[in-house]
């Protein structure tokens, strides 16, 4: 069963840093879209960013807009969320999924990884 690995989740007081990062060694992820996921306690889980295979366009939830940024190394075959000044509200298990499609605005990804968790607190 393909696996993707992530990693970089970690405790962080209101208004840091962290950059998770989303990697596997059975996909070639230049050629998969990528995208970045979260479900906090309690809550629904909601798609945070994602970039498309076809042409790197990305996308943001409102709530992260501005302050996290969706990338893609190719040559490390990693996918990476930057995010800044973050909010308590942040809060929750990050998951990275890709699917085999062009473009990532899509309903259902194939591949998912166990996610990491990030806590924004004083």
């Known amino acids: 069963q393909v696996q993707l690995v992530e990693s970089g989740g970690g405790l962080v007081q209101p208004g840091g840093s962290l950059r998770l990062s989303c990697t596997t060694s059975e996909l070639t992820l230049r050629y998969y879209s990528v995208g970045w996921f979260r479900q906090a306690p309690g809550k629904e889980r909601e798609a945070v960013s994602c970039i498309s295979s076809i042409d790197g366009t990305t996308h943001y939830a409102d709530s992260v807009k501005g302050r996290f940024t969706i990338s893609k190394n190719i040559p490390k075959n990693t996918v990476y969320l930057q995010m800044n000044s973050l909010k308590p509200e942040d809060t929750a298990v990050y998951y990275c999924?890709?699917?085999?499609?062009?473009?990532?605005?899509?309903?259902?990804?194939?591949?998912w990884g166990q996610g990491t968790q990030v806590t924004v607190s004083s």
């Open positions: 999924a890709a699917v085999y499609l062009p473009h990532c605005l899509v309903n259902q990804y194939d591949y």
